[in-house]
């Protein structure tokens, strides 16, 4: 399994357009500290890449990654498709940029984020007289990524947590748990596997027999502490309140990953997350614990 990570920052990216807190002042100062929204390329087969998350950045994701290159004919493309974790709109936005895919592009989702695309933000309406959407359904059974793909895929539900756009939504109760999925991904060939929460709400007992049963682990890293939110004065909410475990403190994430006997990584850090800046003594504590930090560009292999 070869993977490439195409970004590791929480919605609005770092920096953020808007924002001249001390992370995203710190990032266009130096540019070496930017991250895109989080978001993986996945080798399905030779020649054919799917996307973890289609973000707002997709199209300079792209360009930063020679494996999803165009060529050689004009218009040939080794991006075939997208798996989703959630319907957020910095997971999924970047599907519009993809209107150009003649031959369409496959989407992998659970039913309460297909509804809430195709329902909520119309993009089979925006994007028909341009491409298809060919939907595939994406649940707890593990199914090929692709046709004839070493891969396979599956869903670990995580939070019932819904992005605003679709807070009025009528859905199945029955299918809440299916609004935030971590991804298992697991290589029928060489045996390894990958978990990937890049929002996570709860650590649920299918979570945890996921996390220890991984070669990798990639999880949500978005906030340090719980008062992180309220300290920043960006919200009113604590980490937990907003849907993210912290990563340190009571019911952090840190202590739980030590303990598994993977390969640990955190993604989707928010602006105000002291490890926006590589040198900030927090990254010397999660190496204390065996833990990193994902970073723009990385490759893993499993």
């Not at 297909?114 to 329902?119: C, G, M, S, V, W």
Request: charged share 20%.
């Amino acid at each position: 399994m070869l993977l490439r990570v195409l970004g590791t920052a929480a919605g609005g990216g770092l920096p953020q357009w808007n924002c001249a807190c001390p992370g995203c002042s710190g990032a266009r100062a130096h540019p070496g500290r930017r991250r895109r929204h989080a978001s993986l390329a996945v080798r399905a087969t030779e020649g054919h890449w799917y996307l973890v998350n289609a973000t707002p950045d997709l199209g300079d994701q792209i360009e930063d990654c020679p494996e999803l290159h165009p060529g050689p004919r004009p218009r040939q493309t080794p991006l075939a498709g997208v798996v989703l974790t959630d319907a957020e709109l910095d997971h999924t936005l970047g599907i519009a940029r993809l209107r150009e895919a003649a031959g369409g592009v496959d989407v992998l989702a659970t039913a309460p984020v297909r509804r809430a695309l195709l329902d909520g933000l119309h993009l089979g309406d925006v994007l028909g007289p341009y491409t298809t959407l060919r939907w595939r359904g994406l649940d707890a059974e593990p199914m090929p990524l692709a046709e004839g793909s070493p891969l396979t895929v599956s869903a670990v539900p995580v939070s019932a947590k819904r992005p605003r756009y679709a807070a009025g939504m009528d859905a199945d109760a029955a299918l809440d748990a299916a609004w935030v999925v971590a991804l298992r991904l697991t290589d029928r060939e060489t045996g390894g596997s990958l978990l990937y929460a890049p929002a996570l709400a709860a650590w649920p007992d299918a979570f945890q027999r996921a996390a220890a049963e991984a070669d990798c682990v990639i999880v949500d890293g978005t906030f340090w502490d719980d008062e992180e939110p309220r300290r920043s004065g960006f919200s009113t909410r604590t980490a937990t309140g907003m849907g993210h475990l912290p990563i340190d403190g009571p019911g952090g994430t840190a202590k739980r990953l030590a303990e598994l006997p993977g390969r640990c990584l955190y993604t989707h850090l928010n602006n105000t997350n002291p490890l926006a800046d590589p040198a900030a003594p927090q990254y010397e504590a999660l190496a204390g614990l065996g833990l990193e930090v994902a970073a723009d560009g990385m490759v893993i292999e499993l």
